[in-house]
């Protein structure tokens, strides 16, 4: 089977790749570009760790194939922190202990990125439902909730 060629924005930078025509996204990001902050948990989109967004829409990288990449812009968790350090709601899953084996982190970060940025403000119901699809086997979620409230908090008022 040919190889594909496909252009595409990964964390605002432009990029090319040759891929499969059946290779995930998940796969691509992990093995053609070396972002392997991207976790494959489960491989059927059940746990949410593989989790980036794709043209701003939050999707589980193990169900998009990536020639479905092709002229759009991928948000991977490394694209999250900048230079100057540790995004807001990376610094505040470390602050609340939000985080243990590291499997889900990374998903669990993407998908909260993306909750903030369409609600600034959410409650926790809203919170818990947007990172439903988030499986996490160690921490029990309530340290993850309250990382995402104290997040939205510094989001809102910076220092």
Known sequence: MAKVHVTTTVNSETVEFLCDPNQTLLDVLRDELGKTGTKEGCGTGDCGACSVTLDGRLVCSCL???????????????????????????????????????????GLIVATKALLEKDPNPDEKTIRY??????????????????????????????
């Open 64 to 106: 998009v194939l990536g020639v479905e990449a092709q002229g759009k812009a991928v948000g991977t968790v490394e694209g999250i922190a900048n230079a100057d350090g540790l995004h807001p709601i990376q610094q505040k899953f470390l602050e609340n202990a939000a985080l243990q084996c590291g499997i889900c982190t990374p």
């Open 130 to 159: 947007w990172l439903a699809g988030n499986l996490c086997r160690c921490t029990g979620y309530d340290k993850i909730v309250r990382a995402v409230q104290d997040a939205a908090k510094d989001l809102a008022h910076p220092a």
